[in-house]
């Protein structure tokens, strides 16, 4: 069975596995369910544009997803359509973390995440009355489909202290394309036996430490975890494994967006493969 049908039988699993129904309680700014709880922050209004966040919080050993899940999982879907006067919105995305279980591996968070907003009205002297439909996951043993409706209004007298400084929070945890030590030095592609690889080169990860990688990029590629593979002069080489590619020039001309971490520290890379 190849990694897409694998990843298919286990979304077909994670529906029949529903032990409690998640549904939808009456439109508000939050919602509980069995494994996790959803809500929009009150954040804050800067030139023009909202800073607001979505937050998923779970118990235990529960996870929810980043947007490329792994071998099983499904990301958040993020639906604005049904919001007013609101132009556009951009999510964010903080750095994930690797887990592997019976399943496989799967990338994404355990028990606090928030997935800070941009958000940019249509008309800036009026309220946005955001609304969102969102779709998502959660696993442990089991994995549980969620499906929540939500609202907030925000305006000039909206803001939150502590929701401002949890955003504040996790938009520090966010990759961006430039820090103060990491750095991506070269990242070509490469085969490796029956499937090609992704080699990427970094600076700058402390002595016995390591990173991680993550790549989305082609709908049906998928980047294993990295394999370091040579480490001299301060560089490190890593390897990751694509599966659903059966040659490097398949993913010529495709868009990748890269991210690496360390145990402190992440970076984020966009590049075209050539």
């Given at each position: 069975m190849n990694h897409f049908a694998a990843q298919a039988l286990a979304c077909l699993t994670l529906v029949a596995s529903l032990s409690v129904p998640a549904r939808t309680d009456e439109l508000g700014e939050s919602a509980q369910f069995s494994h996790s709880t959803v809500a929009l922050l009150h954040g804050a209004e800067n030139g023009g544009l909202w800073q607001t966040g979505i937050q998923i919080k779970l118990p235990g050993n529960w996870k929810t997803y980043w947007k490329v899940p792994g071998d099983a999982g499904i990301p958040p879907d993020f639906d604005w359509s049904g919001s007013e006067n609101l132009d556009a919105v951009k999510v964010y995305w903080p750095a994930p973390r690797r887990y592997r279980d019976q399943a496989g591996e799967s990338i994404g968070y355990k028990h606090n995440v928030v997935f800070p907003i941009t958000v940019k009205p249509k008309q800036v002297s009026q309220p946005v009355d955001l609304r969102l439909k969102l779709f998502?996951?959660?696993?442990?043993?089991?994995?549980?489909?969620?499906?929540?409706?939500?609202?907030?209004?925000?305006?000039?007298?909206?803001?939150?202290?502590?929701?401002?400084?949890?955003?504040?929070?996790?938009?520090?945890?966010?990759?961006?394309?430039?820090?103060?030590?990491?750095?991506?030095?070269?990242?070509?592609?490469?085969?490796?036996?029956?499937?090609?690889?992704?080699?990427?080169?970094?600076?700058?990860?402390?002595?016995?430490?390591?990173?991680?990688?993550?790549?989305?990029?082609?709908?049906?590629?998928?980047?294993?975890?990295?394999?370091?593979?040579?480490?001299?002069?301060?560089?490190r080489t890593y390897r990751l494994i694509v599966d659903g590619a059966d040659r490097p020039d398949a993913l010529k001309d495709q868009d990748l967006d890269i991210v690496v971490t360390t145990a402190d520290a992440a970076i984020s890379y966009r590049m075209t493969i050539e």
């Open positions: 998502y996951a959660v696993c442990d043993d089991i994995c549980v489909p969620g499906q929540a409706e939500l609202a907030i209004q925000l305006s000039k007298r909206d803001g939150r202290p502590s929701d401002m400084a949890l955003i504040d929070e996790f938009v520090a945890k966010v990759p961006m394309p430039t820090h103060e030590r990491l750095q991506l030095h070269q990242v070509r592609l490469a085969a490796d036996g029956t499937k090609p690889s992704l080699n990427v080169t970094i600076s700058g990860i402390e002595p016995e430490k390591d990173a991680d990688i993550f790549v989305s990029g082609p709908e049906l590629a998928y980047f294993r975890q990295p394999e370091l593979i040579s480490s001299e002069s301060g560089l």
